[in-house]
């Protein structure tokens, strides 16, 4: 079964400093991973996406990376800001698992605090 | 914004209401989903329409009954929901066999009474 893991669940930082979250996968075979940023009581919105042969990926102070042979990507965030609180979901891609082609992680919360 | 608009926002119901929950979207996509979205649980699939027709049912209680009425509208109906129906309902839309490409509306925070 295709599984999306995400460390830490929570995390609270202060304001200006960096933090990195964690995903682990064992989607296979893996079309692309995406990062959404959710704020709370809202809808996804999409940060990066990243195919099996790319290794890293910016989005402003946003940089993901990925290593297709560990099964694992980073997210990390520079500089944070009080806006950047929000959960965070790593989800993976499966073209061939049929009805339901992406797989979710549960998200990490991060609060950035002043 | 992203070009997914859902309605209501916050919705109240009890077990024995009937309500719908809408979609539209404006980014002339042929594709259209619902999600639910629970308390520390991963998003979860429900419905998947392409081009109007529904592609599966993701084994989803027939309490809850979509229809799309075309590739831009979406609707939900929701009747003799449960407690543990309550969660954020997101919709999405993208072009047709592009889930991964998705974009989500703002979802509408549903509590079951």
């Known amino acids: 079964k295709n599984q999306v893991e995400q460390s830490p669940q929570s995390l609270i930082i202060l304001e200006g400093k960096n933090c990195t979250l964690q995903c682990n996968y064992t989607v296979s075979p893996f079309s692309n991973l995406r990062w959404y940023k959710q704020d709370t009581g809202r809808g996804p919105v999409s940060l990066t996406i990243?195919?099996?042969?790319?290794n890293t990926k910016s989005n402003g102070r946003y940089t993901a990376t990925l290593d297709a042979d560990t099964k694992q990507s980073s997210l990390h965030i520079t500089a944070s800001q009080l806006s950047d609180s929000a959960s965070y979901i790593c989800?993976?891609?499966?073209?061939?698992?049929?009805?339901?082609?992406?797989?979710f992680g549960k998200g990490t919360m991060l609060l950035v605090s002043p | 914004e992203t070009g997914v608009t859902q309605t209501p926002r916050h919705l109240v119901m009890g077990m024995t209401n009937k309500k719908s929950l809408k979609c539209e979207q404006h980014l002339g996509h042929n594709a259209m989903y619902w999600y639910k979205q629970s308390a520390k649980k991963p998003l979860e699939l429900m419905f998947v329409?392409?081009?109007?027709?529904?592609?599966e049912n993701n084994s989803v209680p027939s309490r809850f009954s979509p229809e799309c009425p075309n590739s831009s509208h979406l609707f939900l109906h929701l009747h003799t929901l449960q407690p543990e129906d309550s969660a954020l309902y997101l919709c999405?839309?993208?072009?047709?066999?592009?889930?991964?490409?998705?974009?989500f509306g703002q979802g509408t925070r549903l509590t079951v009474v």
């Open positions: 990243m195919t099996f042969s790319e």
């Open positions: 999405a839309s993208s072009q047709a066999h592009q889930q991964g490409k998705a974009f």
């Open positions: 989800v993976v891609r499966d073209p061939n698992s049929g009805y339901s082609t992406l797989t």
């Open positions: 329409y392409n081009f109007k027709e529904q592609t």
